[in-house]
């Protein structure tokens, strides 16, 4: 006899009506069956529906939808007939979520061990007396050091990682059947979100909970999953093994989410998907993702394909999917290059930030404030056209070398110049015009920099009235110009910000940036925010955009693969002390700093075979060593006492590339080798 299905969705319809009355579908006639301790992944780009079809496996719909048809089982009970009461009850409970930011879920003015209380009185039969104890447990399951030092802290004094495990082990509070999980590990540094994906795979193992994990990560997808359901425009176009949708994908969508991602191997940009994908309510009767489908014909213009089953298992929605591995992936440009030029563009001389301010008594002498710099000994020269990468962990100081070459934070010491000028002001206010100009920002998050009450039009007129002073007509050709130029067009100029995609919305940003005509562009997690297909198309902007006008990047990545698509030089920062730097070529192929690998073995593959290794404790370090290498504590081939009381000196590997190691270079990869051995994950 079949086993009943954990979680059972038949045929469910979910969507909003709009101003004109007419039925607009998020969710179209969506049928999945989880068994219990199954691991299925739910993917697809933004808006293909994929949180909407997880949070109504819980029977929670957003403000404005609604169910058009269909149902959704859970453990054989219809969740969307249940009362309010009845499904508090199971949520958290049986069925339990982890969102995308756990730091936002968490509540900020309660310490750990009182939000652990409540979820274990929400949703356990322990006895209140018994909670302090089980709330250790949890803790220690997921694997946070020290649990008492834990719950007697509140969640700002945690790392995004450390909240993270928090918020899995509130989940675990009720011992749940099944674990929805939106999103987990985005913005998280890829030694963190790798340490969090084998937590996963462990409980998964361990209790036999069903999980359900939306991400657009298809590297994390290939870790954790058994199961990937790819969804296009609110419905499951194919649903099969990891093995078979990541390594030989049916349909020719999944096809090219995957051609879309940039990899760790590969040097050259990622292929980007043509076009985007229908609004809600506009995909029509026809196959949805025709219009970007390099398979399509006059049937599937006309004819919605049934979703069928393959011999190899795999189940599609494609009329041609026996022609998907045909599909050639797109060559996108070969290894780029600098433009050459014996100026540099921007020098870094001696930098050094801190976030502390002076008490009273050290502004009355006009001393520094005595706590020890963020970031220091920051040397780099930035050439014109060349992209240069600062890579680390959360915390390692990446952002705050922006913000201080930005003028929002005022550097402790050290200089920042253009060739032959004059230093450029600590902060904006002490800027000209002209240096202002120079160096533009664009942020992770386009919503947190866009005027939400702005158009376009007038978010491009500001820079163009701050730096040339043009006149009303001259400013609007400026502007659709430069909307062209990013691959928009003059019709997006009376457009909201809330009118536009994430992507969209991207695009405007680094249209701005470019209206300033800068000779340096700082990215913050540009891409870190979209969807593969989206990310692909905007790191191709980027360079193309470098390469016509010789802009220097200085470009902050948690993605080391993103980082190894556009970079030309690669600067390693480990508690705001560069460890490794030179080009990314030879980086990528031979890191010789222990940090270095541990960072590159941490990266994920969409590759279902595909193994992490884990080379050093997912530990948070508040502040480095007092004397020695700051790295001592982790590293995985850590020398004793010269590692723990010296300063490493800077060794010169040849062509740029430089690491600071005490390990002699000779001795420094047979080293890192060993380690690799005896720590590999399998």
Same mark, same amino acid.
């Given at each position: ?122 949703? %356990?039969? @322990?006895? =209140?007396? $018994? /909670? ?5 447990? #949890?803790?220690?399951?997921? *694997? &946070?050091? +020290? ?96 093995? %078979?949708? @990541?390594? =030989?994908? $049916? /349909? ?5 989410? #995957?051609?879309?991602?940039? *990899? &760790?191997? +590969? ?100 001393? =520094? ?314």
């Amino acid at each position: 006899m079949a086993q009943e299905p954990m979680i059972d969705i038949r045929d469910l319809s979910v969507g909003f009506s709009g101003s004109d009355g007419r039925a607009r579908a998020v969710l179209r006639n969506i049928n999945l069956q989880i068994q219990a301790g199954q691991s299925v992944g739910l993917v697809g780009e933004s808006g293909s529906g994929k949180s909407t079809l997880a949070l109504a496996a819980m029977g929670y719909l957003k403000t404005g939808l609604r169910v058009f048809g269909g149902s959704a089982h859970f453990c054989g009970t219809d969740m969307f007939s249940l009362a309010r009461t009845q499904l508090q009850a199971l949520r958290g409970g049986k069925i339990a979520l982890i969102p995308q930011n756990s730091g936002q879920s968490l509540t900020p003015t309660m310490r750990i061990g009182a939000q652990m209380a409540e979820a274990l009185a929400l949703h %356990s039969a @322990l006895p =209140a007396a $018994a /909670h302090g104890q089980r709330s250790l447990e #949890l803790l220690q399951r997921v *694997r &946070l050091p +020290d649990p008492q030092a834990i719950v007697a802290r509140y969640p700002h004094e945690l790392s995004g990682g450390q909240q993270q495990r928090v918020a899995i082990a509130m989940a675990l509070a009720g011992e749940p059947a099944a674990l929805l999980l939106d999103e987990p590990t985005t913005g998280l540094d890829v030694t963190t979100q790798a340490h969090i994906l084998e937590l996963l795979r462990e409980i998964n193992a361990q209790t036999g909970t069903a999980m359900v994990y939306v991400s657009h990560d298809l590297g994390a997808i290939a870790r954790v999953c058994d199961r990937v359901v790819v969804l296009y425009a609110g419905e499951v176009v194919a649903d099969g093994s990891v093995r %078979s949708v @990541l390594r =030989a994908p $049916a /349909h020719p969508y999944a096809h090219g989410l #995957l051609a879309s991602i940039p *990899r &760790l191997s +590969d040097a050259r940009m990622p292929a980007a998907l043509d076009g985007r994908p229908p609004a809600p309510g506009e995909a029509g009767p026809a196959c949805a993702f025709a219009p970007r489908c390099a398979l399509a014909q006059e049937r599937c213009r006309s004819e919605r394909p049934a979703l069928r089953l393959l011999v190899t298992g795999e189940q599609v929605r494609c009329h041609f999917a026996e022609q998907t591995p045909t599909i050639a992936r797109a060559q996108s440009r070969l290894a780029r290059t600098a433009q050459q030029s014996q100026v540099q563009a921007l020098h870094l001389e001696e930098l050094g930030v801190s976030y502390a301010r002076p008490n009273w008594w050290e502004q009355l002498l006009g001393r =520094a404030p005595s706590a020890s710099l963020t970031v220091q000994d920051v040397n780099l020269q930035l050439g014109p056209g060349e992209t240069l990468a600062l890579v680390g962990e959360s915390g390692s100081g990446k952002s705050t070398i922006l913000k201080a070459l930005a003028g929002l934070l005022a550097p402790a010491q050290g200089r920042i110049a253009f060739s032959h000028e004059a230093p450029l002001g600590a902060e904006v206010e002490q800027r000209s015009p002209a240096q202002l100009r120079k160096i533009q920002l664009i942020f992770q998050n386009p919503d947190d920099s866009l005027n939400p009450r702005h158009t376009v039009a007038q978010i491009l007129s500001q820079p163009l009235a701050l730096y040339f002073n043009l006149g009303h007509e001259e400013t609007v050709q400026r502007s659709i110009a430069l909307l062209e130029r990013v691959r928009l067009g003059a019709h997006y100029m009376d457009r909201l910000p809330s009118q536009m995609s994430g992507g969209e919305k991207q695009r405007v940003a680094i249209a701005r940036a470019f209206a300033a005509e800068p000779d340096v562009v700082l990215c913050d997690e540009v891409t870190s925010a979209l969807d593969v297909s989206v990310q692909a198309a905007v790191l191709d902007l980027l360079d193309e955009l470098r390469a016509q006008r010789g802009t220097a990047y200085l470009f902050v990545s948690h993605d080391l693969a993103v980082v190894r698509a556009l970079a030309h030089r690669v600067a390693v920062l480990y508690q705001g002390r560069f460890c490794e730097i030179g080009p990314a070529a030879p980086v990528y192929a031979q890191p010789l700093h222990p940090y270095t690998r541990v960072l590159l073995g941490a990266v994920l593959e969409p590759d279902p075979d595909h193994v992490p290794q884990l080379l050093a404790d997912d530990v948070l370090e508040s502040s480095p060593p007092a004397q020695g290498c700051h790295f001592q504590r982790r590293c995985p081939v850590h020398q004793g006492a010269r590692c723990d009381g010296e300063t490493p000196p800077w060794q010169d590997a040849g062509q740029g590339h430089q690491v600071r190691c005490h390990i002699p270079l000779a001795q420094l990869s047979q080293a890192l080798a060993l380690s690799t051995e005896t720590r590999h994950v399998g």
